[in-house]
């Protein structure tokens, strides 16, 4: 029977079974997943980066489809998330991957040059997008306040 662990971002502050750090690897069989700490959205961000020809990206809420993830809770810093994405993410090559946590319209991959190229909030300045994103006045999610007790212990129940 194999072994399930979970893993999450030490910096998340949530329990798990691994906690890891930017440059940490995830082994599974031939494969390994590079942990590449993308906090903006929440403290706790990771994006995955699965080499190979083309390389893969796991975004989660980092990057979405000529989206992001909002950073009015949780820890959310704009800033950092611009810098994030833009330094560590747009710095792969153009043909990687892009597959992030979810997506509204139904998309599930793009590549870093279409985000590059298309992604309207990230291709604003720095100043322009902790503008935009300081100004979207999302509703608050209806079901936060349970989904982040959840999240902090890796819906594992005690």
Not at 31 to 42: Q, S, V, W
Request: charged share 25%; with cysteine; hydrophobic share 35%.
């Amino acid at each position: 029977m194999p072994e399930v662990r979970t893993v999450i971002a030490e910096a998340s502050g949530a329990k798990a079974d691994v906690h890891v750090r930017d440059g940490d690897q995830v082994k599974f069989g031939k494969l390994a997943l590079e942990a590449i700490a993308t906090p903006g959205h929440t403290d706790g961000c990771i994006t995955w980066l699965l080499q190979g020809a083309p390389s893969r990206v796991f975004t989660g809420d980092t990057l979405l489809i000529r989206g992001c993830g909002r950073t009015d809770f949780q820890l959310g810093n704009a800033g950092s998330l611009y810098d994030n994405v833009h330094s560590k993410i747009f710095t792969l090559p153009g043909e990687t991957l892009v597959y992030p946590g979810h997506d509204y319209k139904g998309r599930n991959v793009s590549t870093v040059d279409e985000e590059k190229r298309f992604n309207t909030r990230l291709s604003e300045s720095r100043e322009g997008f902790i503008k935009f994103m300081s100004e979207l006045n999302l509703p608050y999610p209806k079901q936060i306040d349970a989904a982040v007790p959840a999240n902090m212990v890796c819906g594992t129940q005690d």
